[in-house]
């Protein structure tokens, strides 16, 4: 049973430039969430997608979208990108809002 | 932002010795959750407790709630030198829409000497 999957495991990109992340969830989960993480920090909410909507929105800015496909796969774009953009991009998966989330391994984004 | 802070931010132990880390938070929750982190990847999930749980034990981890404190502890015990990490509390808030959103503290880094 596979476990969360991210691709890339890393990326670089410059500023301005445009990025899309690739979760594919554990079996059997409908629900996928984002979280960015800076260095040193906790991961922070970015937003959440169920049955192919956004369900709910962290304190991130309009450059970040995303999308969940029929297969609850998702995807996280951000545009323009910042220096401030720089890095670990988490995706999470779960069955049940209120239940454990499993997280994959992450995306670590370097905007230069 | 973050719900609240974890104690200490840094902790260094022998091991077989006992590590515990504490975690505070600000609003009403639906459960509270600890994640382990190992060299800035991904985040394993060691233990769920719900607002209406004081206690839960899974292995060498014991978990303690105290909602009237908005508080949190883990303790592991005999703790070994793989047990090296960070270590984040999150939590649910109750609540209609959370939809299971997790907020997390800054974490406590963990270092456990052979």
């Known amino acids: 049973d596979a476990g969360v999957t991210q691709s890339p495991t890393h990326l670089i990109k410059t500023r301005g430039q445009q990025v899309t992340l690739r979760c594919s969830p554990k079996?059997?989960?409908?629900?996928v969430s984002w979280y960015q993480q800076a260095l040193g920090q906790g991961p922070q909410f970015i937003f959440q997608y169920y049955e192919e909507e956004e369900r709910q929105r962290g304190n991130f800015p309009d450059r970040f979208s995303g999308h969940q496909f029929p297969n609850y796969s998702s995807e996280l774009n951000v545009n323009a990108l910042l220096l401030g953009d720089s890095a670990l991009y988490l995706c999470a998966s779960t069955l049940s809002s209120y239940n454990e989330q499993f997280f994959g391994p992450g995306t670590r984004l370097t905007v230069l | 932002s973050q719900q609240g802070e974890e104690d200490p931010q840094a902790l260094s132990i022998q091991e077989g010795e006992n590590a515990t880390m504490n975690c505070s938070y600000k609003t009403s929750i639906n459960n509270l959750q600890w994640y382990r982190q190992n060299s800035g990847r991904g985040l394993v999930h060691l233990i769920l407790i719900r607002s209406n749980e004081r206690e839960k034990h899974s292995g060498r981890l014991r978990v303690t709630l105290d909602t009237s404190k908005k508080s949190s502890s883990l303790l592991i015990t005999a703790s070994r030198a793989a047990d090296t990490a960070s270590y984040f509390c999150?939590?649910?808030?109750?609540?209609?829409?959370?939809?299971?959103?997790?907020?997390f503290g800054q974490g406590t880094i963990l270092t456990v000497h052979p």
């Open positions: 079996s059997g989960h409908d629900t």
């Open positions: 999150a939590t649910v808030s109750r609540g209609g829409t959370s939809y299971g959103k997790l907020t």
